[in-house]
T-cell receptor, first 114, second 110 residues
Framework: NAGVTQTPKFRILKIGQSMTLQCTQD?????MYWYRQDPGMGLKLIYY???????DKGEVPNGYNVSRSTTEDFPLRLELAAPSQTSVYFC?????????????FGEGSRLTVL | KQEVTQIPAALSVPEGENLVLNCSFT??????LQWFRQDPGKGLTSLLL?????REQTSGRLNASLDKSSGRSTLYIAASQPGDSATYLC?????????FGTGTRLKVLA
């Protein structure tokens, strides 16, 4: 049982380049999330989705886009990368159970923008 | 807007001590609260989930309590070990999402 899988694990981008972080889960969860974690900080919510075709902004959405065409996949798109987007990105998923149930995380994607 | 605070930001204790980590939140209308552990350079591992109707949850040497009315949760670690050294994060959920605290960095000295 793979859980939440993120790719790539590491990536270096040049300023202005674009890329997509992939996230897939095999637990049939409707709720999926993208967080970023800067050094020594907690996690900030970028975007979330409560089901296929439904997405919404979190606390720090600027510079990112998402789509949710299937229950399993929730890719995060970075357009025109900037040094401020250097961070570790975590994808997570959850069932809906009394609100949001237990949150399961991927292993993270470490992105550096130079 | 929900805000989650964890105090202290860092803690260093000798092995064998019992310790308490604190988490406070500004909006008491939460559904669940979850405690996580994060090792350096790694992802997050779920430790305990407390539903809003519950007062506490226990797993081994860990016990988490929740007081919604005062906007507080505590994570109690009994008989701490060097292997407990990590960052501990709490997160509270509304209807659709979790908001995280900034974490407590714990170091247990042998």
């Amino acid at each position: 049982n793979a859980g939440v899988t993120q790719t790539p694990k590491f990536r270096i981008l040049k300023i202005g380049q674009s890329m997509t972080l992939q996230c897939t889960q095999d637990m049939n969860h409707n709720y999926m999330y993208w967080y970023r974690q800067d050094p020594g900080m907690g996690l900030k919510l970028i975007y979330y989705s409560v089901g296929a075709g439904i997405t919404d902004k979190g606390e720090v959405p600027n510079g990112y886009n998402v789509s949710r065409s299937t229950t399993e996949d929730f890719p995060l798109r970075l357009e025109l990368a900037a040094p401020s987007q250097t961070s570790v990105y975590f994808c997570a998923s959850s069932s809906e159970f009394s609100g949001v149930g237990e949150l399961f995380f991927g292993e993270g994607s470490r992105l550096t923008v130079l | 807007k929900q805000e989650v605070t964890q105090i202290p930001a860092a803690l260093s204790v000798p092995e064998g001590e019992n310790l308490v980590l604190n988490c406070s939140f500004t909006d008491s209308a939460i559904y669940n609260l979850q405690w996580f552990r994060q090792d350096p350079g790694k992802g997050l591992t779920s430790l305990l989930l407390i539903q809003s109707s519950q007062r506490e949850q226990t797993s081994g040497r860990l016990n988490a309590s929740l007081d919604k009315s005062s906007g507080r949760s505590t994570l109690y670690i009994a008989a701490s070990q060097p292997g407990d050294s990590a960052t501990y994060l709490c997160a509270v959920s509304g209807t659709y999402k979790y908001i995280f605290g900034t974490g407590t960095r714990l170091k247990v000295l042998a």
